[in-house]
């Protein structure tokens, strides 16, 4: 997994509550067996004006004009303001994947869906949750001023907007560890698996028909 | 011994290992694969020359990509079939307990065929790299869905990292009026809470009404505790629970049966276990749902009317109902029961057991599809429900209707095969979600009971079932 440690990055607002995995990426990419290309299909159905293929050369695809994301002065953002329970809905982890493809690294919003949230820390998107009112005026400084940044350090767990304030965030230690190192969590928990084996083989004894 | 829910019975029995902050490995006694979120996690198990931990706990099908006609000849979609052989050729490779491919007669939504096969069992914990697996929590088991690395971290692992959940219990007492199914009590349940309403909760079930209610009953529930927000619903083990499993193929046998039954008793909330939160609701309260927006908690009854924007305060609130009007093409005010439907869709892991097409073919019995509907299409869960129905004669009873009676598979509730709405099409739906885009770009979803999709199929729009 790929390491996160800071990031100094461009902000896109996107202003709706209950953003689903499938508006994030339609299931019609689903299809792929591969892990990365989702980018460019990421918001599919508000980001283009026809309907997206998979395989399609989306280049050529008309824009719409209407979709935050399309407008010139969040083109490069880097960090995505969202509203309540964002990645709602299926659990494909192409979500996450179509995010960090299209260039995102950190998320901020108030609350996101559980399966969501746990899919992006295993793909070094690190998703941030603060007050709703915090989450507001961000996205009232970021819509007031072009080229809107924000500094994000993982380790201090800051988040320091332009006009110098610092916003502290929670994470889980665990998770930060492992996103500050890139660690693999399989590489992590098979250092345990002496441990796994034991507990197997006693539950085997215990309760021999879920091993049938 | 304090009094425990069921959810600290189920977690502390499959702790491995506890990290400092309380991250914890649990065990995983039940991996169910399908087709879509599982070729990432093979292939990257073996670009780590890793093999999995334990094949005997993989039971496999392919579902999200298979046609639903036409089997003979076979997956004309070439993205969808190399998927489909993507999986079958994993199986091949590393094996497993129980694989139904594409065209075997016990195939099937995943979360249809554990159940039936025996494959999900009380006191288990189950993941799927699917939202849905939330459905097999019915049982009195932990089950999760899981995203596609997780997926890879269980089959090396056999394990999952996971933070112990709070404990929300919704309880449903009294006796649901005529007409009113599970489907019904748990839209209500999420247009109460919202579908944000249960992150962060293990959200189990009680109460007389959803004791009454049978196994299908419950997996429906269950099955859209994952639309609340909850990645695990669960119901306790009770006799039903267990009539239900015995003799099912992977269903532990003989004396071996005599100690899970044993055991499986021990599995529900203790009298005066502590829930972190508690949502009471009166069964009796509960009418016929209908959704007109594009999330499962916009939600109203069938007596109801679409809401109008302006009298909502909240602005985000009132711009995401103005959004969803002008996406499903509704107006303000406009009674739920005017609103007339081109396609109908009875299937999907919520509703497309034996028992919910007996609920459907009992309304269309004797009466034919509207005109102005386009196609009704009756999808079975698996191969064992659609020979069921048809051994019940509820084939018969679809086609002399004017539906169509489909092969098994996840079809028009994801429209990842050729099963999807035009767009602009309206469809009553017995599927989960109601996102736009859904059932294929630009259509509208309205979801609601087997009964109440059949009364809007037989007269066109939206009908109070119990009117009928
Ligand atoms: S029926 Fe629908 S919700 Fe269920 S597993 Fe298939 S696609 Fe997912």
Redesign the pocket.
């Known amino acids: 997994m790929k390491p996160f440690t800071q990031l100094d990055g461009l902000v896109a607002p996107l202003d709706r509550a209950n953003v689903d995995t499938d508006a994030i990426i339609p299931k019609q990419f689903l299809k792929s067996i591969k892990r990365s290309g989702f980018g460019p299909n990421a918001f599919d159905e508000w980001r283009y004006l026809d309907v997206g293929q998979p395989g399609a050369d989306n280049s050529k695809r008309p824009l719409n004009p209407d979709f935050v994301l399309n407008q010139a002065r969040y083109q490069g953002a880097q960090i995505l303001l969202t509203r309540d329970n964002f990645g709602c809905g299926?659990s494909r982890e192409h979500a996450p994947w179509a995010l960090e493809d299209y260039g995102f690294r950190v998320l901020i919003g108030p609350s996101f869906a559980d399966i969501f949230f746990n899919n992006s820390f295993k793909n070094g998107l690190l998703p941030i949750k603060l007050d709703a009112a915090e989450v507001d005026e961000l996205f009232r400084q970021c819509e007031a001023s072009e080229g809107y940044r924000l500094k994000v350090d993982l380790a201090a767990q800051t988040i320091t907007r332009p006009d110098g304030k610092s916003i502290a965030f929670d994470i889980d230690p665990f998770r930060k560890e492992c996103l500050l190192n890139g660690w693999d969590d399989i590489g992590l928990t098979l250092r345990h698996a002496d441990k796994i084996r034991a507990f197997e083989e006693q539950r085997r004894a215990q309760h021999p028909y879920y091993f049938a | 011994m304090k009094a425990q829910t069921l959810y600290e019975k189920l977690w502390s029995s499959h702790v491995v290992h506890e990290e400092a902050d309380g991250t914890a490995l649990i065990y995983i006694d039940r991996h169910l694969v399908?087709e879509v979120t599982s070729p990432q996690a093979f292939e990257g198990l073996k670009l780590a020359g890793r093999k999995p931990w334990r094949v005997g706990s993989i039971v496999a099908t392919a579902?999200?990509n298979t046609p639903t006609d036409h089997w003979d000849l076979g997956i004309q979609d070439p993205v969808s079939r190399q998927q489909v052989e993507t999986l079958d050729a994993n199986i091949r490779e590393v094996g497993s307990l129980a694989y139904f491919p594409f065209k075997d007669a016990r195939q099937g939504?995943?979360?249809v065929i554990g159940p039936e096969n025996g494959a999900t069992l009380p006191g288990m914990t189950v993941v799927c790299g699917?939202?849905?697996t939330s459905t097999h929590g019915a049982f009195g088991c932990l089950a999760h869905g899981i995203g596609t690395s997780e997926v890879e971290h269980v089959l090396a692992t056999q394990c999952l990292l996971q933070k112990k959940s709070r404990t929300l219990l919704i309880r449903v007492d009294g006796q649901l009026g005529r007409g009113v199914t599970a489907k019904d009590v748990v839209l209500a349940i999420i247009g109460r809470i919202g579908t944000a309403g249960g992150t962060g909760y293990a959200m189990e079930f009680g109460g007389s009404a959803i004791r009454a209610l049978s196994m299908e009953g419950r997996m429906t529930i269950c099955n859209m505790a994952i639309e609340a927000g909850a990645r695990a619903g669960l119901v306790g083990v009770d006799e039903t629970t267990i009539e239900y499993l015995k003799d099912r193929p992977f269903s532990p046998k003989g004396a071996q049966w005599e100690q899970a039954v044993d055991y499986w008793r021990s599995l529900h909330s203790d009298e005066g276990a502590e829930f972190d939160k508690v949502v009471e609701i009166k069964a009796e309260d509960i009418l016929p749902q209908v959704t007109w927006g594009t999330s499962p908690e916009m939600v109203t009854t069938v007596d109801g009317r679409v809401p109008d924007p302006a009298a909502v305060t909240d602005p985000v609130r009132r711009e995401g109902i103005e959004r969803a009007l002008k996406y499903m093409g509704l107006e303000a005010n406009t009674p739920i029961t005017d609103i007339p439907v081109d396609q109908v869709f009875i299937?999907?892991?919520?509703n497309?057991r034996i028992e919910d097409l007996r609920e459907a073919a009992a309304v269309a019995k004797g009466r034919s599809k509207a005109a102005s509907v386009k196609r009704v299409l009756v999808v079975p869960g698996s191969g064992l429900v659609k020979r069921q129905a048809e051994a019940e004669g509820l084939h018969e009873i679809f086609l002399a209707a004017g539906f169509e009676w489909r092969e098994p598979g996840?079809?028009m509730?994801?429209a990842?095969n050729a099963d999807r709405l035009e767009p602009g099409e309206r469809c009553a739906s017995t599927?989960?979600?109601n996102f736009e885009g859904r059932q294929g770009a630009g259509g509208r979803t309205h979801l609601v009971s087997p009964a109440m999709a059949a009364a809007a199929a037989v007269t066109g729009r939206f009908t109070d079932v119990r009117a009928l």
Not at chain 2, 347 to 350: A, R, V
């Open positions: 299926s | 399908h579902d999200h939504i995943v979360h699917d939202s849905h299937g999907s892991c919520t497309s996840c079809s509730c994801l990842m599927s989960n979600r």
